[in-house]
């Protein structure tokens, strides 16, 4: 097998060109349409302001990159362009400091064109004066020429700018119309969405979208290709592959760098054992999530570490109550966590629920509590939900055997006594994780017929009584247990007491059944 | 020529505006002007255009004044703009850097360096800059385009006192009546007069730009709105089966706003859709819908608080009525409308919102002096918005 040292994780732009274009998925036309835009800027009057927001591992550092090597790539532009690249991780605390970065940046490209010996005079001037030599020297040295600026996290660039000197870059765009802008930032920010900031309005923005299911399997694949794996490759597109990634794929949210990472840990023999493979990624990702962390306030990090433990979506009165502190509070603190893109909020009836959108965010608390048994048995759940070869017979049978365990078809004894029954079998044939996912599928048969609100109750109860010993149907009881409630309730608002895994697997099974979870149905009288 | 909605845009590539450009540059040989409009309609287009290309004997500078936060800025800008422009002829702005040198400053390549802390008399080096040009009969008369002159006066206002941006705009009106023959086009996407209302309530008396030609810049005109659409269908190669008939579709959706034109085309050529009277019309329907609100709409009614702060809840009822009217309405039908919702009966003050919402573009009154949406594009986004019938 070779060696994948090449595929640069963290940092994508390091990845050489030729190999980043191979395992280029879902970006294409967005790059194409880019490099036009770009290339128009150069070329003519006419300036483009692209802006490409999407979450953290999102790929946009990687996608900047792909932008810029075309064109790069394109002889005739190549000679042309002067560019300055501002990478994510600079501090850029005024706009003075952003012209000298940005002429730094041009210069260590074409240090003929852009001598630093030019920057001279701004050393020796003061505040102000040393602000305009610096744009005077650049638009000099840019002789009408066009300049692209490459400014990763320009959330964070306008920031350390403040107003004034968001105000004096807009300016410096406006009059001189010699630059065309290529940025990206995590979320949109008060910089660009208040209206009343200098550049609302001004970009293009292009929201990025995470890979679906399927853009998970192509990218996985064309990695397998890239390091000679050749059996991954193969398997991915076998029934055993495709089940695999769309147990992967609730758990990533399609979010690349974790994709990637995950690459790393992947052969055709290991996709059996996929929950040692999503703890290398979260062992791998561990410190991007410290760092993730370290950015939020001490009242931020409480209130995420609450998220996460919660697991299920949370109110601002739950999270208040559970922190000791004002439902004031936490509802500005969760409020500026979603405007930031953090966390998302959902409404049910009138209140809204937290989570954390980041899969980071989700699994490495969880994954980092050695309290707990981690990630491992939703991974293992998931795993066998989407199984539909090995173990769909089986399956079938324990659906019909749950079926078959009604309330109404014995007394309480005699139920407790059969389904203890059934699940020490399941034991003892070490197929528990099947009788888990047979007791959920059990789920379709009541979606025509729904039990009533004491039917439901009993029914539960009872499973609870006898299974709840059994770490794997832990999470099979608790899908049951909340797709039985909000049938015999008929309102799927109850799906929100569920983690967004898990409530996905729910939601796809009650689709599939024709009724519509996302649609709130009044609750029965 | 691909479509750039927000950006900036070639002057080539500024489609319709020559007409209201010559007119403008006519205009300017005897007095100045203030241009209006709506925000995205193309003032700044106007303004480069204009920039770019001067009639002979004219020489144009362009300046963003939002960066300015003191009277001293700005009058250093002028003075480097003047010096910049007497160079070329071979001058010197001799009276302005007088000042500067008493007050122990030097002036190098146009930028001004004052002894640290130390600033000079900002009306004195506005005063002599624009003196120093009106020196030089020879050179190309200068005209400044200001654009965002609000803000800029805005920002003066709370950095310096409602006084001394009192002080600015009425300086400017002096110079401007001045031997200089000074001329400036003022622009900016909040009107001055929601500034002006504000040094009013402190007491302002003035009226600082009645000697102003005021200019409103429209729509683009209906074939020329057409024209952008084609230009932008063929640049964005968007598949068309007739491009006649979708770039006809394209200018009216976008209520021949180029701003709209430009988003439309982009909005499908992201999507790899086809440019036909269909996609179009659900193209506008789904950035209407956007959350994140791509066309700048919610800004309507966000600042409907703001600007009409007294009357904010009247001002939304006579948008709700007038956005589902089948015909233009006279005030007196107005009023009873918003009688019969709210504890309002002044016709005097419903006359006067009705006068401040049409200078902010909302309305507009046809030949019989009643009143409709000025925008329909905009009436069908507040019928979406405040969830009114369709």
């Known amino acids: ?525 | 020529m691909k479509s750039n909605p927000g950006g900036q845009i070639d002057v080539g590539d500024i489609i319709g505006r020559d007409v209201l450009i010559e007119s403008l540059w006519s205009i300017l040989a005897e007095q100045s002007v203030i241009i209006t409009a709506e925000r995205r309609i193309g003032k700044t287009c106007v303004i480069r255009k204009m920039q770019a290309q001067p009639p002979p004997g004219w020489t144009a500078v362009l300046r963003d004044l939002e960066r300015f936060h003191t009277a001293f800025e700005f009058a250093s800008s002028v003075f480097e703009d003047v010096t910049a422009h007497l160079r070329q002829w071979k001058k010197a702005a001799k009276h302005a850097q007088r000042l500067l040198e008493s007050a122990g400053g030097v002036e190098i390549a146009g930028i001004i360096k004052l002894p640290d802390g130390k600033t000079t008399d900002w009306k004195e080096l506005l005063s002599k800059s624009v003196e120093d040009l009106s020196r030089e009969p020879k050179a190309d008369r200068l005209v400044f385009f200001w654009d965002e002159m609000p803000y800029m006066l805005d920002n003066i206002r709370r950095r310096e006192g409602d006084q001394t941006a009192m002080e600015v705009v009425d300086l400017l009106r002096s110079l401007r009546h001045g031997p200089a023959g000074f001329r400036m086009v003022l622009t900016g996407s909040i009107g001055l007069h929601h500034v002006l209302k504000h040094l009013r309530d402190a007491d302002y008396g003035n009226q600082p730009l009645n000697d102003m030609y005021s200019v409103e810049v429209t729509p683009l005109a209906p074939e020329d709105a057409v024209e952008l659409a084609r230009r932008l269908i063929r640049g964005e190669g968007l598949a068309s089966t007739d491009l006649e008939q979708g770039a006809r579709a394209m200018a009216g959706a976008g209520d021949r706003f180029p701003f709209y034109v430009h988003h439309i085309a982009r909005h499908l050529k992201m999507r790899g859709l086809p440019a036909n009277p269909t996609t179009i019309e659900q193209c506008v329907r789904d950035q209407m819908l956007d959350p994140h609100d791509p066309w700048e709409l919610r800004h309507y009614r966000e600042r409907i608080q703001l600007y009409y702060p007294q009357d904010d809840r009247v001002a939304l009822a006579l948008l709700d009525l007038l956005s589902t009217a089948s015909d233009s309405l006279g005030v007196d039908d107005i009023l009873r409308a918003i009688k019969s919702q709210l504890a309002f009966g002044d016709r005097d003050r419903l006359v006067d919102l009705l006068r401040r919402m049409e200078r902010d573009h909302y309305i507009c009154r046809d030949s019989g002096g009643r009143y409709r949406f000025r925008f329909p594009l905009l009436q069908n986004y507040w019928k979406l918005e405040r969830g009114l019938g369709q």
């Open chain 1, 1 to 525: 097998m070779k060696e994948p040292a090449l595929l640069f994780r963290t940092t994508p732009p390091r990845t050489p060109r030729t190999i980043r274009e191979r395992f280029e998925v879902q970006r294409s036309d967005l790059i194409l349409d880019a490099e036009e835009r770009i290339r128009e800027s150069i070329l003519t009057g006419n300036k483009h302001h692209l802006l490409f927001v999407g979450g953290a591992g999102l790929g946009k550092s990687h996608l900047l990159r792909s932008i810029v090597d075309r064109i790069e790539a394109a002889a005739p532009l190549r000679e042309k362009l002067p560019i300055a690249w501002i990478p994510e991780h600079q501090t850029i605390p005024s706009y003075l400091d952003l012209l000298h970065r940005i002429y730094l940046s041009a210069g260590l490209r074409s240090p003929d064109r852009f001598p630093i010996s030019d920057l001279t005079p701004a050393y020796e001037a003061p505040g102000d004066s040393a602000t305009a030599r610096i744009e005077a020297t650049l638009l000099e040295r840019l002789d009408g020429e066009t300049m692209l600026l490459v400014l990763e996290n320009l959330d964070r660039t306008f920031a350390g700018l403040q107003d004034d000197g968001q105000k004096r870059l807009r300016a410096l765009l406006q009059e001189s119309a010699r630059f065309s802008i290529l940025a990206s930032s995590r979320t949109l920010f008060e910089g660009i969405s208040d209206r009343t900031a200098p550049f609302f309005g001004f970009f293009q923005i292009e929201h990025l979208s995470p890979l679906t299911e399927e853009e998970t399997r192509t990218l996985l694949k064309r990695i397998a290709n890239l390091k000679g794996d050749r059996d991954l490759s193969d398997t991915l597109t076998t029934p055993r592959g495709i089940s695999r990634v769309k147990a992967i794929h609730p758990l990533l949210r399609g979010n690349h760098r974790l994709v990637v990472t995950l690459s790393n840990h992947l052969d055709s023999n290991r996709l059996d054992e996929l929950a040692t493979a999503i703890e290398g990624t979260l062992d791998d990702s561990t410190p991007e999530y410290l760092a993730l962390l370290a950015r939020f306030s001490p009242q931020q990090r409480r209130i995420m570490d609450e998220l996460s433990r919660c697991g299920h979506p949370t109110s601002v009165k739950e999270i208040a109550q559970k922190l000791f502190i004002t439902n004031q509070t936490a509802s500005g603190q969760l409020k500026d966590l979603r405007d930031r893109g953090i966390v998302t909020s959902t409404s049910r009836g009138r209140e809204s629920l937290y989570e954390p959108t980041d899969s980071l965010l989700r699994l490495c608390p969880a994954f980092l509590d050695l309290g707990t048994s981690g990630v491992r048995p939703l991974v293992r759940f998931l795993r066998s939900w989407y199984e539909e070869v090995e173990n769909g017979e089986l399956c079938e049978d324990y659906v019909a055997a749950c079926l078959v365990l009604a309330p109404e078809t014995a007394d309480r004894d005699s139920l407790d006594e059969r389904i203890s029954k059934l699940t020490r079998k399941a034991s003892r044939t070490k197929t528990l994780e099947s009788l888990g996912k047979g007791l959920v599928l059990s789920l379709r048969s009541h979606t025509q017929m729904p039990p009533t609100r004491e039917s439901a109750d009993a029914w539960i109860a009872t499973w609870k009584r006898q299974a709840h010993s059994f770490a794997e149907l832990k999470i099979p009881l608790r899908l049951f247990a909340t797709g039985l409630q909000s049938l015999a309730e008929q309102d799927f608002r109850i799906l929100y007491d569920l983690a967004s895994e898990e409530r996905a697997v729910l939601r796809e099974l009650l689709e599939g059944q024709g009724l519509t979870p996302d649609q709130p149905r009044p609750r029965r009288p």
